[in-house]
């Protein structure tokens, strides 16, 4: 298996309404492959910065020229889920890379069609509902992405902890009776688990004329990996790095 570069997606130019940043793919009910991406920092609050683009599903690259814009303001992150009759449209507010004093927090708005619009629980336009914002030692949540696993949906998520670097986080993905998503109130701190090792047992010499030298099996001695709430297990801290994205298609996990 080998990763093949077929060229750019899509790009920012001069005089192009857009930033080309934070792309985050998924399927609609179809199963056709959609991309979202956008950022409005660096444009007017009224302008649209959430764009969406269907792509070829054998290739990646864009099924057409057209760009679907379907959220205006100072966002970025974006990310879209199905579930039910809804799709979900994530994004982000606020300042992303300050520590713990970061002001990053997840939006959530949901829309019958995958294009939008997109409206949160009150149903006035471009509004939306806060879905995981800084909280005890999580400080900034950012980047959503979101991994069906065995019946259970997780999403992940990068933040801070009271110091040091970025971590990535997980949690499980919960609905209200009114079907809305809902942070699970705990979390999860992806970090490097523990790997086997094997412990031989020293070799034995017997004491006889001639010598004779006997070879034992070695014994192994394993460690066992920690006990989490979920099924997935990813390594390491993403140090500075966004965003944290998963997708599956077919047998293959994408992150």
Same mark, same amino acid.
């Given at each position: ?15 192009? +309404?857009?930033?080309?940043? %934070? !792309?985050?793919?998924? *399927? %609609? ?7 979202? *991406? ?8 009224? =302008? +649209? =910065? ?18 679907? !814009?379907?959220? $205006? ?16 449209? *994530? ?56 991994? %069906? ?24 993905? $919960? ?23 094997? =412990?031989?047992? !020293? ?11 006997? =070879? ?12 989490? !709430? ?20 077919? $047998?293959?996990?994408?992150?």
């Amino acid at each position: 298996y080998k990763w093949t570069d077929r060229g750019e997606v899509i790009g920012t130019t001069i005089g192009i +309404p857009y930033s080309a940043i %934070d !792309p985050a793919p998924y *399927f %609609d009910a179809s199963g056709n492959l959609w991309l979202s *991406f956008g950022s409005g920092y660096i444009f007017k609050p009224t =302008q +649209p =910065q959430i764009f969406e683009i269907r792509l070829n599903n054998s290739t990646g690259l864009r099924a057409d020229n057209v760009v679907y !814009p379907v959220s $205006n303001g100072h966002e970025e992150a974006s990310y879209v889920y199905h579930h039910g009759s809804y799709y979900y449209l *994530f994004w982000n507010t606020g300042g992303c890379c300050s520590g713990a004093a970061s002001t990053y927090l997840i939006h959530v708005a949901r829309s019958t069609s995958v294009t939008g619009p997109y409206v949160g629980s009150s149903g006035a336009a471009n509004s939306s509902n806060t879905f995981l914002a800084s909280h005890g030692n999580v400080h900034g949540p950012g980047q959503i992405g979101i991994l %069906d696993q065995g019946g259970v949906s997780y999403y992940s998520y990068h933040y801070y902890p009271a110091s040091g670097y970025s971590v990535l986080g997980e949690g499980v993905l $919960n609905w209200s009776a009114s079907g809305w998503p809902i942070a699970s109130s705990g979390v999860i701190t992806v970090v490097p688990q523990p790997t086997a090792t094997v =412990q031989a047992t !020293p070799t034995k010499t017997a004491q006889a004329t001639p010598t004779k030298t006997v =070879q034992p099996t070695p014994t192994a001695t394993v460690q066992a990996t920690p006990t989490t !709430p979920s099924s997935i297990t990813l390594s390491g801290s993403i140090g500075t790095h966004d965003p944290s994205r998963i997708i599956k298609d077919g $047998n293959r996990y994408y992150f």
